[in-house]
């Protein structure tokens, strides 16, 4: 059965640089993963791409062909890509049932929050077999005023109730948000979503004509309920595994690791039958079983708090390790020097006939 993320978000707000660092991780930890890049005026794509919709349709060419501006060009190839949707079935179907894909999306906010054309996609894969969960990206730097992380929750909300799969809001670029100020609360206030009656002061304070409404769509966001956030530096591993493992759960993913990977003995099967047919209790218990490790308070000291004082011991770290590894590079080369003198005064000996 395949799996799927659909990675959609606000412009600028780090979708393709997400895709990018999940493709290297996932790379690195062995894990299948196709990326699909349906934003058809993305032509500087940083990752590799299974699939490009240029090869179908492109902003430019819609724009040019209809007189259209980018806006009302981009939902033109939505509604083309929907009209046309055999022609992306047919290359997912290439790579195979077992593939990991994840969909980067344009960013146009209406396509994910009126516009059907997506919805109607997304419905489509999943009758094919797809499971997919949203993986919403917002700029962190919204909690920083009150207003705009009023509307980013509005946002979220509503693209949440548009698109109708297992959702994950999450709030990019973390390690920048030092940058933009001091925060009025806790981290954990805006990602958990908490009594948003105590932004009343500070919203009257900027727009007092509006008071009224801004309590009206406070409480809206309240009577849902629906809308927390996970934290992302997408540069940093244990951030990346940690949203990693949040997506896994809402999808129900389990990684069966490969047959040679390192691993308790006989947790995985060795068996030749293919991944998606082999039992693996320890890939079930520490992945979308296993309780999650972490919490938002840590993301506060490691970026907030004391992020000077986290990124000199990670120097420090990585200069130490560094030199750990070039000292053992040493070694090795001095070890298979000596192996290999041993060896040439072997071969050169000539033994004296008696």
């Known amino acids: 059965m395949p799996f799927g993320e659909i990675v959609c978000g606000a412009p600028g707000s780090g979708k393709s640089t997400y895709c990018y660092g999940k493709h290297q991780l996932f790379t690195a930890l062995q894990r299948p993963i196709s990326i699909v890049n349906l934003d058809p005026a993305n032509d500087n794509i940083p990752y590799p791409c ?21 806006n009302g060009g981009m939902l033109y190839c939505m509604e083309y890509l929907e009209a046309n949707l055999d022609w992306l079935e047919g290359r997912l179907t290439e790579l195979g049932p077992d593939a990991y894909v994840l969909f980067d999306i344009p960013g146009q906010v209406e396509l994910g929050t009126n516009h059907e054309s997506l919805k109607r996609i997304i419905q489509r894969l999943s009758k094919i077999g797809f499971r997919l969960a949203a993986v ?12 705009k992380y009023v509307s980013v929750l509005l946002l979220s909300l509503r693209t949440m109730l548009q698109l109708e799969l297992p959702h994950i809001n999450v709030l990019s670029k973390i390690d920048l948000i030092s940058q933009y100020g001091d925060l009025d609360f806790n981290l954990d206030f805006y990602t958990e979503v908490q009594d948003l009656s105590h932004l009343e002061n500070a919203l009257n304070t900027t727009s007092p ?8 769509l406070i409480s809206v966001i309240e009577d849902y309920g629906l809308v927390g956030f996970e934290t992302l530096a997408v540069e940093d591993k244990n951030s990346m595994m940690h949203l990693s493992r949040a997506i896994d759960r809402a999808t129900g993913y389990i990684f069966v690791p490969p047959k040679d990977a390192p691993a308790p003995k006989g947790s995985i099967d060795s068996s030749s039958a293919p991944a998606s047919a082999r039992p693996n209790l320890y890939s079930l218990f520490t ?11 840590d993301v506060q000291e490691r970026w907030i708090d004391a992020k000077t004082e986290y990124d000199a011991f990670e120097k420090r ?9 070039r000292d053992q590079a040493a070694r090795d080369t001095a070890t298979a020097n000596e192996r290999n003198g041993e060896g040439n005064v072997k071969a050169g000996a000539i033994r004296e006939r008696k």
């Not at 004509?209 to 009206?216: D, I, P, S, V, W």
């Not at 992945?287 to 308070?297: I, L």
Request: aromatic share 4%.
């Open 317 to 325: 770290e990585w200069r130490r390790e560094g030199e750990l590894l």
């Open 209 to 216: 004509r509006f008071t009224a409404l801004n309590m009206a």
């Open 50 to 70: 299974s699939i490009d919709i240029a090869s179908l349709i492109t902003l430019q060419d819609v724009m040019d062909a209809h007189g259209l501006g980018p």
């Open 287 to 297: 992945t979308a079983a296993g309780p999650m490790e972490g919490n938002v308070r």
């Open 136 to 147: 919403h990206m917002c700029d962190a730097h919204y909690v920083t005023d009150p207003s």
